[in-house]
């Protein structure tokens, strides 16, 4: 059974930073394609990246050059690094096992202007 958690959400100021983590179990972070998705207050859940099981990331538009994708195998954990935050970036970010469609119960960013 895949179980998925996330953590490391927190409010910070626009142009911070965070890392948002996502522990795995039940699967393998490093030969799965896994992804982050957020959904702000009254909007759709929309995917913000991607990563494939070759390692290789894939960016929404919207934070390109802002955050990065990774994973370490040893520990089996899923990352999301987000920097230059801003407002707009404020939403619950969960951790999803594409294969499986497994998902975390999200963890909470808030970008104060």
């Known amino acids: 059974q895949v179980h998925l958690v996330e953590s490391g959400g927190d409010l910070v100021q626009t142009g911070g930073s965070l890392r948002l983590s996502c522990a795995a179990s039940g699967i393998s972070v490093a030969s799965n394609a896994m992804a982050w998705y957020r959904q702000a207050p009254g909007k759709q859940r929309v995917l913000v990246a991607t990563?494939?099981?070759?390692?290789?990331?894939f960016y929404a538009d919207a934070v390109k050059g802002r955050f990065t994708i990774s994973r370490n195998n040893d520990t089996n954990t899923l990352y999301l690094e987000m920097n230059n935050l801003e407002p707009e970036d404020t939403a619950m970010y969960y951790c999803q096992d594409i294969r499986s469609n497994s998902w975390g119960q999200g963890t909470q960013v808030t970008v104060s202007s």
């Open positions: 990563i494939t099981f070759t390692g290789k990331g």
